[in-house]
Each structure stands twice: as structure tokens, then as C-alpha cells.
């Protein structure tokens, strides 16, 4: 004699419907170096690089930034020319260096012509003058490493 089966579900019934909790799930597009002595700009780049997905990695100095991708990958930097102790423009060619593929993006708020030059000419991609203007860092953040020589 056989007993009736009866199908048991393995797992309680779901709703199929999407949630929205409120959590945003995102590839990590690219770790970026951002090197801002001013920490209120350092804490706004970091908000819009986030927001963009990607890993900010804060810095307040070149010293500082050289530490810390002594170990790690960076993709792209975001770098103030004007920095106490080491400048800027030094530290652009030393990741420029160590990064070669990488995205290097000068910026300061003395934005002339001179400035902007000596950024490409030590590996920078662009130069962006402050303020930033958001349109133009997420372009360059999604763009290319270019060589200029």
C-alpha cells in the first residue's frame, strides 16, 4: 500500500517582487587616489567619486599618497598641484611612473595656462581648475590614459 505524497516546498514562498531597501548595488568601477591638502574639498571629491562607484582612496599630501598605494592598484588620481610639503606636480610623475595605464587628473584654482601645461608635461591627462565642475571629472574619470609625449 502506498502512502499519498503530497509535494513539500524546500523553502517558504517568496515575493518575487524586487525589494527596495534602499541599498545600492554597484560594480566597483576603479580605485581612486584623491590628493586634497583642503580636507573639506577632499571630503566633497570623495562624495562625487563614490556616488560615481568607484573606491576613493583620501589622501591630505604626496607623502601620504605615496604611501598609500605603495601596495595597492590605483586606476585614476585626482591631484591638487598646490599640496604642503612635496607639490603635486612631483607627485603626478612619480605615479605617473609607478602607474602608467592610469587616469592622472591635475587640479588647482590657480587655473592658467602655465599650470595646466606643466601638469600635462609631468603625465597629467587634464588639468580641471576650481571648482570643479562635476561633468568634467566624471568624463575624466571614464576616460583614457593618453600619452602626451
Same mark, same amino acid.
Given at each position: 500500500?502506498?502512502?499519498?505524497?503530497?509535494?513539500?516546498?524546500?523553502?517558504?514562498?517568496?515575493?518575487?517582487?524586487?525589494?527596495?531597501?534602499?541599498?545600492?548595488?554597484?560594480?566597483?568601477?576603479?580605485?581612486?587616489?584623491?590628493?586634497?591638502?583642503?580636507?573639506?574639498?577632499?571630503?566633497?571629491?570623495?562624495?562625487?567619486?563614490?556616488?560615481?562607484?568607484?573606491?576613493?582612496?583620501?589622501?591630505?599630501?604626496?607623502?601620504?599618497?605615496?604611501?598609500?598605494?605603495?601596495?595597492?592598484?590605483? =586606476?585614476?588620481? &585626482?591631484?591638487?598641484?598646490?599640496? +604642503?610639503?612635496?607639490?603635486?606636480?612631483? @607627485?603626478? *610623475? /612619480?605615479?605617473?611612473?609607478?602607474?602608467?595605464?592610469?587616469?592622472?587628473?591635475?587640479?588647482?584654482?590657480?587655473?592658467?595656462?602655465?599650470?595646466?601645461?606643466?601638469?600635462?608635461?609631468?603625465?597629467? =591627462?587634464?588639468? &580641471?581648475?576650481?571648482?570643479?565642475? +562635476?561633468?568634467?571629472?566624471?568624463?575624466? @574619470?571614464? *576616460? /583614457?590614459?593618453?600619452?602626451?609625449?
Amino acid at each position: 500500500m502506498s502512502l499519498p505524497t503530497e509535494e513539500i516546498p524546500l523553502s517558504p514562498a517568496r515575493d518575487e517582487r524586487p525589494r527596495d531597501d534602499g541599498l545600492r548595488k554597484e560594480t566597483v568601477r576603479g580605485s581612486v587616489l584623491v590628493v586634497e591638502d583642503d580636507a573639506a574639498h577632499r571630503e566633497l571629491l570623495v562624495e562625487l567619486v563614490s556616488g560615481w562607484g568607484y573606491d576613493a582612496m583620501p589622501v591630505g599630501s604626496a607623502e601620504e599618497a605615496e604611501f598609500a598605494v605603495r601596495n595597492k592598484r590605483m =586606476d585614476a588620481a &585626482i591631484v591638487d598641484v598646490f599640496l +604642503p610639503g612635496r607639490s603635486g606636480t612631483t @607627485l603626478m *610623475s /612619480k605615479l605617473r611612473e609607478k602607474f602608467p595605464q592610469a587616469v592622472l587628473i591635475g587640479v588647482s584654482a590657480m587655473s592658467d595656462a602655465a599650470t595646466a601645461r606643466k601638469c600635462k608635461g609631468l603625465g597629467a =591627462d587634464l588639468f &580641471i581648475g576650481k571648482p570643479l565642475d +562635476p561633468e568634467k571629472l566624471a568624463k575624466a @574619470l571614464k *576616460s /583614457k590614459h593618453q600619452s602626451w609625449h
